[in-house]
């Protein structure tokens, strides 16, 4: 068996399959695999399939499992007992895309001199295929390793019914390690590998005040006017000019972030400056870098992602409306607990508007893996090897629920070898990938897989 890699072989190869991947993204992305959207069902089932077809391809054993929600695509190549096996991680679901919005449509992927424009394309598509391109030189290349490929179709929505699956196919899933790409770098310029994810906990709050909107003129004065009762209400849970939750307690529980670890962050090459660049932000709440990265990535939050009701039209219509509702999330970190931070937010808000209703709406624990693993050594040198760069070891501000029930279920944590850049616009309006991104992943994989295989 081979245990080196020649660069020039693997150089050529990746080149040689260029068209093989845009073609293969592009049917990707233009399947709308939303998977919020119930009227998306048909296109979840069509993506699965899909994807079953292209591991088929490269000559894996493909299948798709079936969950009480969408299903899962599973995939397996090379199965010989002596060799260590890698379960690598990806989803194929995507967020929703308003083609109003976009310079080009969502749903038909634009190549543009090698930047590949569609929803999917970044978040999580293109790196899927990165890896599996890099598991087909594998296997063609007898580098002694068994890869497994598990394709969620639910990670946008939480991952509510992969736990449960893993649980039941526990035997079929078994692995010695776990790699999920599904992650964003700092820069172009500064690879990163990620160790540490924050926690969710999302909630709706609604307000109901009446049967039906009612004239301003008429009633003005003396009816409650939700929506300005729910935004006075949120005003109170967190001070929304520094970010500070109100909450009582909130914070109790949060890991105290180590000198070291403000250390690291700003060895990573992280700014404010390039993160306003990179995001197109006009201004952020602090222009301290340390402050900055230890808000993105260590500190919790509190966001308002929308409060609907009463009348969105043009111009005004004066009514007072009869119901709002506000849509939130709180960001967690090490040690927080979702249910326990959801029964504070409960509580807070009943206290200051004891008829509003509060709805738990999905929770995900922080995940701590570890930075010094043979795993993370492993993917510090595949990275460095690929790209040419040292990686920066960070935290991620996101959230991956199937990490943790991963390493609930098969007993090992993750390590986040992701290929996303800033620009690339997870969940933004013209989403992209790139070839260099996707070109340099499949050489990384490949000299992870080696690697791995050279630990055993």
């Avoid at 991680?89 to 569609?118: C, R, S």
């Avoid at 087909?136 to 490929?149: L, R, S, V």
């Avoid at 492993?378 to 990490?403: L, Y």
Wanted: charged share 25%.
């Amino acid at each position: 068996m081979p245990t080196d890699i020649k660069e020039i072989d693997l150089n050529a190869y990746a080149e040689s399959c260029r068209q093989e991947f845009e073609t293969a993204l592009k049917t990707l992305v233009d399947i709308p695999s939303v998977s919020v959207d119930p009227n998306h069902k048909s296109d979840i089932n069509r993506c699965a399939e899909t994807a079953q077809a292209m591991l088929h391809q490269i000559g894996a054993q493909a299948e798709i499992i079936k969950t009480k929600g969408n299903p899962l695509v599973f995939g397996q190549l090379g199965n010989n007992p002596g060799y260590p096996t890698v379960l690598i991680y990806n989803h194929l679901d995507v967020q929703p895309a308003d083609a109003e919005e976009w310079e080009t449509n969502p749903f038909e992927m634009l190549t543009d001199n090698g930047k590949y424009i569609g929803r999917g394309s970044t978040d999580d598509k293109g790196p899927a295929l990165a890896v599996l391109f890099a598991a087909k030189y594998a296997a063609q290349n007898q580098i002694p390793i068994n890869i497994k490929f598990l394709w969620e179709l639910e990670e946008e929505i939480g991952s509510p019914n992969f736990e449960q699956a893993l649980k039941e196919n526990k035997d079929k899933f078994k692995t010695d390690s776990i790699a999920v790409s599904d992650t964003i770098w700092i820069s172009r310029e500064r690879p990163a590998v990620g160790y540490g994810l924050r926690g969710l906990q999302g909630a709706l709050v609604r307000l109901k005040t009446g049967k039906k909107d009612i004239h301003s003129g008429l009633a003005g004065g003396l009816a409650r006017n939700p929506i300005a009762e729910l935004a006075q209400v949120i005003s109170k849970c967190f001070d929304a000019k520094s970010g500070k939750v109100l909450i009582p307690g909130f914070y109790d529980a949060v890991r105290k972030i180590s000198e070291s670890d403000g250390a690291d962050f700003l060895k990573s090459g992280f700014t404010v400056n390039n993160f306003k660049k990179d995001h197109e932000l006009n201004s952020t709440r602090t222009d301290d870098d340390l402050d900055g990265a230890k808000r993105i990535w260590a500190l919790p939050t509190f966001e308002v992602h929308g409060i609907t009701g009463g009348y969105s039209g043009p111009g005004v219509k004066t009514i007072v409306p009869h119901k709002a509702e506000a849509k939130i999330s709180m960001r967690l970190v090490p040690d927080q607990d979702p249910d326990k931070i959801f029964a504070l937010l409960e509580t807070f808000i009943k206290s200051e508007c004891p008829d509003a209703e509060v709805i738990k709406e999905g929770s995900l624990h922080p995940y701590m893996g570890s930075t010094e693993s043979r795993e993370a050594n492993a993917a510090r040198q595949a990275m460095k090897t690929a790209f040419g760069k040292d990686p920066a070891f960070v935290r991620e501000g996101g959230s991956i629920g199937a990490v943790l029930s991963m390493k609930n279920v098969l007993g090992y944590g993750a390590v986040f070898l992701g290929l996303s850049l800033p620009e690339h616009g997870y969940h933004a309006i013209n989403e992209n990938f790139d070839w260099h991104q996707a070109s340099g992943g499949i050489k990384m994989f490949v000299h992870y897989f080696q690697s791995l295989a050279n630990l055993k």
